[in-house]
């Protein structure tokens, strides 16, 4: 069992080959809201640790990688990919903090929210547990790991789906792979893990019995999800749009929360990085995307595509294209506009 620590790393797993997609592309720079997936994997990683992100990659794609997401992270190559824990193992040595914990998120799980991390930690910390990790509620049969409880409804293992005896595989809480485990316990126990019989890979969910047997029932904890799409992972191209489409969705809500009119919500696309003052009007047909920032009280669209541009307090911008461009408050723009790297006043 480990004490609450305030030192937290975070290593991402990214190294998977993302055969389904059928593109030269790698799968986790495969574009997301306008952004590639892994980079908004990195924000989430961003929001709950200050060290730097370790990110486990394939080597073919290193250099791809780290030319669109920054040499800021640390890279280690995973040049045979053997598991999770496999990977895990690789990114130790580039960890650089001594002990606290380490957060273990995936590259293409790409609608994971920092607020989930965050319980998530804190769940592992209140109960001074070894390992936490996020499970999700789905519908049986499902092809994820299954989390095993006692009758007291203490976590005592995870089995994978290839593994589950006929009453494990009736199992509805299912693992995200998802984690947040001691470092330093994480340095000692990862080197013990086996091979899986199977597939002769090694897996992170072989910890969860490993700290069940030296710490006791207790040691490890499992958060559902409040929001089962934070563990969503994305395998193909038809998961990627269902994703986005879920991503444009928790947009729009946050935006209408705070005050903004969108009338068909599943009629725009709003980039979740875009910012929309209060009393604004957005209609249909409008595709906001990149760092826009849009003044209070302007009415944009209807079919108004606006990127990476600044639009001042009380302006009407219908069926236009604005792009690095910043208009005046109060302008009225003739429909059919086209601004690109353009000042309006």
């Excluded at 053997?82 to 040595?93: D, E, N, V």
């Excluded at 947040?180 to 090694?202: F, H, I, K, Q």
Aim: with cysteine.
């Amino acid at each position: 069992m480990t004490h609450p620590s305030q030192t937290r790393s975070v290593v991402i797993l990214a190294a998977g080959d993302g055969t389904r997609m059928r593109s030269a592309t790698p799968k986790v720079l495969h574009h997301l809201a306008g952004r590639p997936m892994l980079s908004r994997i990195i924000d989430v990683a961003q929001h709950v640790s200050t060290s730097p992100i370790c990110i486990v990659v394939a080597p073919h794609a290193h250099t791809t990688i780290a030319s669109i997401c920054g040499n800021q992270h640390v890279y280690v190559a995973q040049h045979e990919r053997r598991g999770t824990g496999h990977a895990l193992l690789q990114a130790l040595p580039a960890v650089s903090a001594a002990d606290g914990d380490v957060v273990v998120l995936f590259g293409d799980t790409p609608l994971i929210q920092a607020s989930t991390i965050e319980a998530l930690v804190a769940d592992k910390d209140a109960h001074g547990a070894a390992l936490s990790i996020l499970s999700f509620a789905v519908p049986t049969p499902h092809q994820y790991g299954r989390v095993v409880r006692d009758k007291a409804g203490q976590v005592t293992a995870i089995v994978e789906s290839k593994n589950c005896t006929p009453e494990q595989a009736l199992i509805s809480e299912a693992n995200s792979g998802i984690m947040v485990l001691s470092l330093a316990w994480a340095r000692d126990a990862l080197p013990r893990v086996t091979p899986n019989p199977l597939t002769n890979e090694y897996y992170l969910t072989d910890l969860v019995a490993m700290a069940v047997a030296e710490f006791g029932v207790g040691s490890v904890r499992a958060l559902r999800a409040t929001d089962p799409n934070d563990a969503w992972g994305v395998n193909d191209r038809l998961q990627l749009a269902a994703a986005e489409a879920i991503l444009l969705d928790r947009t729009c809500q946050a935006l209408m929360a705070s005050g903004v009119t969108i009338p068909h919500p599943l009629q725009v696309s709003i980039a979740p990085e875009v910012v929309v003052a209060a009393d604004s009007v957005i209609l249909p047909g409008c595709v906001l995307t990149g760092r826009t920032v849009i003044g209070a009280h302007c009415i944009i669209g209807p079919h108004t595509s606006v990127d990476d541009s600044m639009i001042g307090a009380g302006c009407q911008v219908p069926h236009s294209f604005i792009k690095q461009s910043t208009i005046d408050s109060n302008s009225r723009i003739t429909p059919y506009t086209a601004l690109v790297g353009t000042v309006r006043p």
